[in-house]
């Protein structure tokens, strides 16, 4: 056999399919693994070739000679990866312009066939439009939806008007990901279902494996620097963390700005255990579990600050502007690298849980939006072993049980908060949750005072009063995905999208703290948070309207029985534009939400528009 180096890349090569023979080829670019493509090995080939002309296989020679490796420090320029984005969006964009293309034939063909059919009306006259029950792609087994005939378009139209709707909405789904560093592929196994039979027997999990590493992989997670990315170790860590100075400038500002976005930490414990740190350890990270995953919560904060703040603010603390992005990222990575050095997972303590909470408000941004997912998730279970979900109503005497200080179960609270109103804010993408409403105790921490402790008059705002709201905005979601999974019709399904529309709305009116609404006045003894506060709620109250109509807004466009949704949405998306567009004082910070939020509305909307040129061009109608 000739040892004449193979053009075939190694990726084709397995899946014996056609290769263009140039690196990448576009059969990896398609399923995007552009970055992984390369040559297959003259061994590797001849391997391949024996193990299929093999008569009979057993399970030991299935994985006797396995591909080889493929590389995981590929270093790949950013710019070739916005490239095969780019590339992959394009190829988007003309699959639907082919499903526009055979529009035309099939509508005319509707309209031939219409003379001859008796329930249809004459050719000279409009036919009556009928009210259409749409079938979700999930649902197409079930008897007892509408017969396409029904829709008065016929069977063919009506599924490529179904079909677009399916394109219209995992399009805004694809572009709400990247909003938030992520990427999604809506056919995550359609590369393994393509796959012969026999060499799925062979390689049961290996493409399931690398189609999911290659789908974590987000174009801002990975950075500019690759060294960014690479484990760092402690000496690393050591020489990262700044001067105490700017130390405590950087915890000020988030104490100031962004600590009421989670409630992680108690601003006076930590300045303490702060001056400890330098005091006691001489700034020197302690190495046991305790004091790394402390040194991730630091880290944490830090990063916060670096990634919200606007440059003329990093360069007042004594940072250049341009290591602004390099540094977020840097402290991010250290804040998880102490956590695992910490081993987190089997030593449970609280710091760790402070420190992945802590971290929400800017792994979105910086590209860690997978990563910081599956914190949050093992956070959960940490926080099942601390007891955090048993944490019944504060006591308003001392502790008789002596499990925890009133100020730790306090703190515990916070944490449980945050962590469900995380995991519940992300139903609408996944359509599932960690946190079971009924299966925790509980409740809602504490409206006081930050150093006494002590309550606060409901009109004056605590560091809680933002998260506690927002926790309630968060509740509807698992309910509402209870409900629609228990209804199987669509004017049912609706009905409880109604419902929760309804109740958002008046929970925004009559819940709201006083001190968070916006024709309250502000006080000059409230903190400064406090006006930031008021914007983030409008933000992701008109958000969270548009999640609970998501379902129904490609279909709002061509059926009038919907058509609640489509205005609803569209004036949702415009109050968060507009409502970006204000003006910022001048040390505000800039927040993930308003990042992420603006670019959900400001693509939704285009998207949605576009849909309704299609309907429109499908059923030759209107909608107004």
């Not at 790949?76 to 780019?86: D, G, H, S, T």
């Not at 500019?224 to 990262?240: E, F, G, N, S």
């Not at 916070?414 to 359509?431: G, M, N």
Request: charged fraction near 20%.
């Amino acid at each position: 056999m000739s040892s004449r180096k193979p053009q075939t890349c190694a990726d084709c090569a397995r899946r014996k399919i056609k290769c263009d023979k140039v690196i990448p080829c576009q059969n990896c670019i398609k399923r995007g693994t552009a970055n992984l493509c390369r040559r297959a090995e003259v061994q590797h080939v001849v391997d391949r070739q024996a193990t299929y002309q093999t008569p009979a296989i057993s399970p030991n020679a299935s994985f006797s000679n396995p591909p080889a490796a493929r590389s995981s420090d590929v270093d790949v320029p950013i710019n070739e990866k916005i490239l095969n984005l780019v590339t992959t969006l394009s190829d988007r964009v003309k699959h639907l312009e082919s499903k526009l293309d055979c529009i035309e034939p099939r509508k005319r063909y509707a309209e031939q066939s219409s003379g001859t059919e008796s329930n249809f009306v004459h050719q000279s006259q409009r036919p009556q439009k009928q009210t259409k029950t749409w079938q979700p792609a999930n649902m197409q087994h079930l008897p007892h939806l509408q017969n396409e005939e029904a829709t008065g378009l016929g069977p063919d139209l009506n599924s490529v008007q179904a079909s677009s709707d399916a394109e219209v909405e995992d399009a805004a789904t694809v572009l709400e990901f990247l909003a938030w560093g992520r990427l999604k592929d809506s056919n995550l196994t359609s590369a393994v279902r393509e796959n012969s039979a026999h060499e799925t027997m062979v390689y049961p999990e290996k493409d399931v494996i690398q189609t999911t590493q290659v789908w974590g992989q987000s174009p801002t997670s990975i950075s500019t620097i690759q060294a960014v990315m690479q484990p760092m170790q402690i000496p690393q860590i050591q020489d990262l963390l700044p001067d105490k100075a700017r130390v405590e400038l950087l915890v000020q500002y988030h104490a100031d700005w962004l600590l009421f976005m989670h409630c992680s930490f108690h601003v006076r414990t930590f300045t303490q255990e702060l001056e400890q740190f330098y005091e006691v350890d001489n700034g020197v990270i302690n190495m046991t579990t305790a004091g790394l995953q402390w040194i991730s919560l630091l880290f944490a904060i830090l990063c916060g600050s670096m990634a919200c703040a606007i440059p003329i603010q990093v360069s007042k603390w004594g940072f250049n502007q341009d290591d602004q992005g390099t540094l977020a990222k840097q402290y991010y990575n250290a804040s998880v690298e102490c956590l695992n050095v910490g081993r987190y997972q089997q030593n449970h303590n609280l710091y760790g849980i402070q420190a992945i909470t802590c971290s929400t408000i800017c792994a979105h941004t910086l590209g860690f939006s997978n990563s910081q997912s599956v914190l949050l998730a093992s956070a959960v279970r940490i926080a099942h072993s601390l007891g955090l979900h048993r944490l019944a109503r504060p006591k308003k005497g001392p502790d008789s049980d002596g499990e925890l200080p009133d100020l730790q179960k306090e703190i515990g609270r916070r944490l449980w908060q945050q962590l469900a109103t995380q995991d519940w804010f992300s139903v609408p993408f996944s359509e599932t949750y960690c946190i079971n409403p009924l299966h925790f105790s509980t409740r809602a921490p504490l409206h006081c005072d930050e150093d006494t402790m002590q309550p606060l008059p409901s009109a004056k705002p605590s560091i809680t009063s933002y998260g506690t709201f927002l926790y309630k905005i968060a509740s509807l979601m698992p309910a509402l995905q209870d409900r629609i999974s228990q209804v199987h019709t669509m004017n049912a399904k609706y009905d409880q999208v109604l419902h929760f529309d309804k109740m958002m709305r008046d929970l925004v009116l009559s819940q709201m703290p006083a001190c968070l609404k916006s024709h309250t006045n502000i006080d000059p003894s409230w903190p400064a948070w406090v006006p930031l506060a008021r914007r983030c709620l409008t933000i992701t109250s008109a958000h969270k309207i548009i999640m609970i109509h998501r379902k129904f807004l490609g279909m709002s466009f061509h059926d009038k029985q919907f058509a609640f949704t489509r205005r609803t949405c569209l004036a949702a998306a415009k109050t968060i534009i507009n409502e970006v567009k204000e003006e910022f004082s001048d040390n505000s910070p800039i927040l993930w939400t308003m990042q992420a939020f603006s670019v959900a509305a400001g693509v939704n909307s285009p998207l949605f528009l576009c849909q309704l040129l299609i309907i429109d061009n499908a059923s030759d109608h209107f909608i107004t």
